[in-house]
């Protein structure tokens, strides 16, 4: 299983970005895929999550701002992040859980639980000016 992160960059508040993760060598029937995010000193932090029959969740943070989508024959997922702010600054990681409920409650649950994911991408640098 192979997961790459593009798209991360320096961007003033108030800029957007979209992040792309493109995921490779796993064939689950039911999995999500979720991007999280660490700035230096704090601990990963859920993002937002899609799952394989098109269920998103997003964190309270982003809600609103951020837009998680996913091209199934591509094997892409993009993470549309609009009205970027300092706070938002950190490396965003994605990450693919497998063989996973396909209802919103466990999306929710593992936003906050990044055990649940079994594999991760090296991550990308998103940093917000001020």
């Known amino acids: 299983v192979q997961l790459v992160e593009s798209g991360g960059g320096l961007v003033q508040a108030g800029g957007s970005l979209r992040l792309s993760c493109a995921f490779s060598?796993?064939?689950?029937?039911?999995?999500?895929i979720g991007w999280w995010r660490q700035a230096p000193g704090k601990e990963r932090e859920g993002v937002s999550s899609?799952?394989?029959?098109?269920?998103?969740h997003y964190s309270d943070s982003v809600k609103g701002r951020f837009t998680i989508s996913s091209d199934n024959v591509k094997n892409l997922v993009y993470l549309q992040m609009n009205d970027l702010r300092p706070n938002d600054t950190a490396v965003y990681y994605c990450?693919?859980?497998?063989?996973?409920?396909?209802?919103?409650?466990?999306?929710?649950?593992?936003?906050?639980?990044?055990?649940?994911?079994?594999?991760w991408g090296q991550g990308t640098q998103v940093t917000v000016s001020s």
């Open positions: 990450a693919t859980a497998a063989n996973t409920p396909t209802d919103i409650a466990w999306l929710s649950y593992a936003s906050t639980n990044p055990y649940e994911y079994d594999f």
């Open positions: 060598g796993f064939t689950f029937d039911d999995y999500a």
């Open positions: 899609i799952n394989s029959v098109g269920i998103t």
